[in-house]
């Protein structure tokens, strides 16, 4: 069975940071891209960060760039989000997916992956 759990998320105050972790069991974590969306109330469900297998690529939303990471650790079989001078807008539940690598790759769209964790809600105050 396959099991993808979210930690990290909590409240901070504006300017502050957040570091998510995606522990994954059932998996070939090194076949699987793994992603990173978020959820705010209202709001439908967007990218955020992703990264290949094999660790050879990483993306970001470009509106994020400059204050989101994303990373893994095989041996780890976990993927992380750092979140750094985050702002309000940044309120939202984070959710991690992962999918299995294939011929074909999108890694921004939702729609793609194959397996979620259950979220982990992560509040900015202001």
């Known amino acids: 069975q396959v099991r993808l759990v979210e930690s990290g998320g909590g409240l901070v105050q504006t300017g502050g940071s957040l570091r998510l972790s995606c522990t994954t069991s059932?998996?070939?974590?090194?076949?699987?891209?793994m992603g990173w969306f978020r959820q705010a109330p209202g709001k439908d469900r967007e990218f955020v960060a992703s990264?290949?297998?094999?660790?050879?690529?990483?993306d970001v939303a470009y509106r994020l760039k400059d204050r989101f990471t994303i990373s893994r650790d095989d041996l780890q079989r976990t993927a992380y989000l750092q979140m750094n001078s985050l702002t309000p807008e940044d309120t939202a539940v984070y959710y991690c997916?992962?999918?299995?690598?294939?011929?074909?790759?999108?890694?921004?769209?939702?729609?793609?992956?194959?397996?979620w964790g259950q979220g982990t809600q992560g509040t900015v105050t202001s």
């Open positions: 990264s290949y297998w094999d660790g050879g690529r990483f």
């Open positions: 059932g998996l070939t974590f090194n076949t699987h891209a």
């Open positions: 997916a992962a999918q299995m690598r294939r011929d074909y790759v999108d890694t921004q769209s939702s729609a793609s992956y194959d397996y």
